[in-house]
């Protein structure tokens, strides 16, 4: 994804600019860069508005017949005292003498092909789509996030999901270093993730490892999660966190393996973790720190898997690192 900071009106223009320009070169319709530059426009307002300055991701969708784009709007402010009103044109928390994302909200809704939002005191993520994605079968609803460290357009951190008849794989993968080569071998660590189809666990892993030997190698995490619930099973090395959070609260970690992928011979063994229809897994990498600087609302984890992952990266980013995060639960 690309990162934009919004901090002033000077840079509403720009990152409206920018993200109209990425949705061209990506082959995208004049109609829906018009709608998506109204959205850009809008959300990028009320973060200099309303909840002085915020951040602004855009991430582009090429796998199907026309290109979709993903615009995620964060910001820092106390939230939207009520969303429900917010909605109504002409709504604005300035009037209310209160910071965070108020105005332009139905505005957005309505250009936008698919639009949710979270708002709570930690203040406010708001995800538009333009487009519409390709269908899916998949019984999960899975969501990953990469912002590559401050400076570069991309970097080590990459995530993967393969479905199949009994069970989801999926994989987090955090390479050594940062930039262009980091971004080949992750590329390359996923190819072969997505090529071990029909093999276990423990050979996928094997396989990833395989394909990344005599580079500078990754941390990992692989999961296996049955499609009918019971038990989810790991291989982790290095320092790629998870954890399945219950529907009760509860929060269950799953431990990773010192090495490094592509460089250990000994190859970890797996682990277990009871996995239901409430679960939700939450995967990130080191670039996003491991407890929140403020607590995560209980009412995040009802959402989809996408809010869950953009507000988990605001919440956590160190801001100086490649960061990545992948969130999966059952597609409710």
Not at 49 to 56: F, I, K, T
Not at 287 to 311: C, D, M, N
Request: overall charge negative; charged content about 25%.
């Amino acid at each position: 994804m690309k990162s934009f900071d919004v901090a002033e009106d000077s840079q509403v223009g720009s990152t409206r600019r920018a993200v109209t320009h990425i949705a061209e070169d990506a082959g995208m319709a004049e109609d829906e860069c018009e709608r998506l530059a109204l959205i850009v426009t809008e959300a990028c307002t009320n973060l200099v508005r309303h909840a002085a300055g915020g951040e602004m991701l855009v991430d582009v969708d090429s796998a199907g017949e026309a290109p979709v784009v993903t615009v995620i709007a964060l910001d820092d402010g106390p939230g939207i005292p009520n969303v429900e009103a917010a909605m109504v044109d002409g709504y604005s928390t300035a009037a209310e003498q209160t910071k965070g994302i108020g105005g332009g909200l139905g505005a957005i809704q309505r250009q936008a092909d698919d639009f949710d939002i979270h708002s709570a005191s930690h203040g406010t993520t708001l995800l538009a789509r333009v487009g519409k994605p390709a269908g899916r079968s998949s019984r999960f609803d899975a969501a990953g996030l990469i912002v590559a460290k401050p400076g570069f357009d991309e970097g080590g951190d990459i995530f993967a999901v393969r479905e199949e008849a009994a069970a989801t794989f999926v994989t987090l993968v955090d390479v050594l270093g940062h930039g262009p080569n980091a971004a080949t071998i992750a590329e390359t660590a996923r190819e072969a993730f997505l090529g071990a189809a029909g093999r276990s666990l423990e050979e996928t892993e094997a396989a990833m490892g395989e394909a990344i030997a005599g580079s500078r190698g990754a941390a990992a995490l692989v999961m296996e999660l049955p499609h009918e619930g019971g038990v989810a099973r790991a291989v982790g090395l290095g320092n790629v966190r998870g954890e399945i959070m219950t529907s009760d609260g509860d929060v269950h970690g799953i431990p990773s393996k010192p090495g490094i992928l592509g460089a250990v011979t000994r190859r970890p063994r797996p682990s277990e973790h009871p996995w239901a229809a409430s679960s939700i897994l939450v995967m990130s990498t080191d670039g996003l720190k491991g407890s929140a600087r403020v607590p995560e609302p209980r009412s995040l984890f009802f959402r989809r898997a996408a809010l869950i992952a953009a507000t988990r990266y605001k919440l956590r980013r160190r801001g100086s690192d490649d960061a990545g995060v992948l969130v999966v639960r059952y597609d409710p």
